[in-house]
């Protein structure tokens, strides 16, 4: 769960980042800006009224505790899902706290990266990074409580999602680790040589994704959005081994703009490369 | 004896090396290259003149939709050994565990100093060819660490100019020309939007932080509680702050009014066991490579946005 949002907070956001930022706007004489979009991103931005401002980063390096899990049962390792959800949320408070200095109503293109680091790898580095941007007119963007809206979608699928009457409000995220139970001597023995299902691995995989797109949906409901776009969930072990796993569900939340919801016409095109 | 003899050194030829070594040292390019790129440049706007280039047809034909003509495959590259810098966390006694962070200027300079290098010998291919731009630039690094210590940095590209421009004479100044990352199509997209680029930049820095012997404690116990290890977290906000500035600065001086395309790269060692010394702490790589870019009149002819549905 993302913690609440106060508009002008810099939780956690060291002096040199608050010092890039004034740098960044207090050059003399010319606004720059830079900007990881590609050019036809940047095109489409502009396009859908929007001017980028800058590149906004969060970051966080989290310590990830141990847990042993009880090796015959499927169960969720909260110490593990409980180190990664804060993280991810660091971070990206870290970024929209960026985005709200450079006084924009949003990020697009958002890129998470996890990485693991260090000794056993107990260190958990999550990054991300998009293109802060605002309305040229002024019109708001930003979520019900002051947050500015972030996005993973691409400058193209941002253009086409405003063209089809919504707004994106959040990046909205559930994870869950969990442990697959290891199987019994005497159920192994009995099942050589048979067709089988492995219910416990099936079990173990509904449960955990269940549990990452539960979470996922309560922050979704939390930000009052109509629904998730290109929600995905990726499963990743991280280095923990086998039997552990982290399912982790993220999809952009979006509200509408508009009562129709329709596109102009497309043309029909039939490209003759490749 | 056995009937191989070394031929005896050719007088000219070493001539020639001692010279291109010498251009290489100040910044500039091997003769065999100079001469090559004189010859096609004296071609130019003869029969005789041929232009080869990495671009597509459809780059190709964009780029010539623009008004531009291509005149030539161009390359920079660079070999560097970087310095030995240590790191001050190897003398973890004597700063009595407090935390603390600064960039490791050697390394800073060196990773710069080879970009730079190379970029600056692209820019002169393109300029000993006449042209005003160079498109589609592709950058490869590799670092070589293990064997000899060295990276290597080389750069490509298509420089291309004005096609109603005349070529260049012998003996003129070279013209003033942008370097680009974009292909042909972003560069049309480019300048149907009202922009032009200006140029290629790159900011970097290397960054080195000891953490307090509290945090190393956390680092180093696999059973600590879940917590954040705020002094890496603060020092990749320290690293980012001095490579983005670089990059706005160089932005700023060549006149660009944003940074588009930036590849972001950061990347963190901590705690490990390096090479040839032992680190202890975290290390920050940070690369940022961008095209800047500046207001330029579109061209008459725009394009409508529309929405396609391709039949494939």
């Known amino acids: 769960m993302r913690t609440p949002y106060a508009p002008g907070a810099r939780v956690g956001l060291p002096d040199s980042a608050v010092a890039r930022l004034g740098e960044n706007r207090g050059r003399p004489g010319r606004r720059l800006f830079t900007s990881d979009l590609s050019v036809n991103e940047f095109l489409l931005v502009r396009a859908a009224g929007f001017d980028p401002l800058g590149l906004v980063l969060g970051t966080s390096i989290y310590h990830i505790g141990f847990q042993f899990p009880r090796l015959f049962q499927n169960q969720e390792l909260t110490v593990l899902t409980q180190a990664m959800s804060p993280a991810r949320d660091l971070a990206m408070t870290r970024m929209e706290e960026e985005a709200d200095l450079l006084g924009a ?17 107990s260190l958990a580095e999550f990054v991300a990074i998009g293109t802060a941007i605002r309305h040229r007119e002024g019109k708001p963007f930003r979520a019900p409580d002051g947050r500015p809206f972030t996005s993973d979608l691409s400058g193209q699928d941002f253009w086409t999602l405003l063209r089809a009457g919504y707004r994106p409000v959040s990046l909205v995220m559930g994870n869950c680790v969990y442990h697959v139970a290891l199987q019994g001597m005497a159920q192994a023995i009995s099942q050589i040589g048979r067709n089988v299902e492995l219910q416990n691995y099936t079990q173990a995989l509904y449960d955990a994704r269940e549990l990452a797109l539960t979470r996922m949906q309560a922050e979704a409901e939390a930000e009052q959005a109509e629904g998730i776009v290109g929600a995905e969930v990726r499963d990743d072990s991280h280095g923990w081994g086998s039997h552990t796993v982290e399912f982790f569900a993220i999809g952009t939340a979006i509200v509408p703009i508009s009562e129709d919801h329709e596109l102009p016409l497309p043309s029909l095109v039939l490209p003759l490369t490749g | 004896m056995f009937g191989f003899r070394p031929q005896p050194p050719d007088a000219e030829h070493l001539r020639r090396e001692e010279e291109s070594r010498r251009n290489l040292t100040a910044g500039g390019l091997p003769l065999p290259a100079v001469e090559r790129l004189k010859r096609l440049a004296a071609q130019q706007g003869t ?27 161009v390359m920079g590259t660079s070999f560097y050994q970087l310095g030995m810098q240590w790191r001050t966390a190897n003398w973890r006694d004597k700063d009595q565990g407090k935390a603390f962070g600064y960039e490791m200027e050697v390394l800073t300079a060196g990773w710069g100093n080879a970009r730079r290098l ?195």
């Open chain 1, 105 to 121: 109503d949003g990020v697009v293109g958002v890129r998470l990266h996890v990485a693991r680091r260090g000794v056993g790898a």
């Open chain 2, 47 to 73: 029969p005789q003149h041929l232009f080869s280039s990495d671009l597509s047809v459809a780059e190709l034909a964009l780029v010539e939709d623009l008004g531009f003509v291509a005149l030539g495959q």
């Open chain 2, 118 to 312: 190379a970029l600056g010998r692209l820019q002169q291919e393109a300029e000993l060819l006449g042209a005003t731009g160079v498109v589609g630039v592709k950058l490869k690094e590799k670092a070589h660490v293990k064997e000899s210590g060295a990276i290597e940095f080389s750069a490509h590209g298509t420089a291309i100019r004005e096609r109603e421009l005349p070529p260049l004479r012998e003996g003129s100044p070279p013209r003033k020309l942008f370097l680009s990352t974009f292909s042909g199509q972003e560069f049309w997209v480019l300048r149907q939007a009202g922009f032009r680029p200006v140029g290629i930049l790159v900011g970097n820095c290397v960054y080195f932080q000891v953490l307090s012997n509290d945090q190393w404690r956390v680092l180093m116990r696999l059973n600590a509680p879940n917590q954040e290890l705020t002094e890496v977290s603060e020092a990749m906000y320290a690293a980012r702050r001095l490579a983005l500035n670089r990059l706005e600065e160089q932005a700023g001086k060549l006149g660009a009014t944003g940074l588009v395309d930036v590849q972001v790269d950061a990347q963190l060692k901590v705690g490990q066991t390096g090479d040839e010394t032992e680190t202890y702490g975290a290390e920050y790589h940070f690369t940022l490579i961008g095209t800047g870019i500046a207001d330029a009149p579109p061209p008459p002819r725009r394009a409508p946005l529309d929405i396609v549905l391709p039949l494939r």
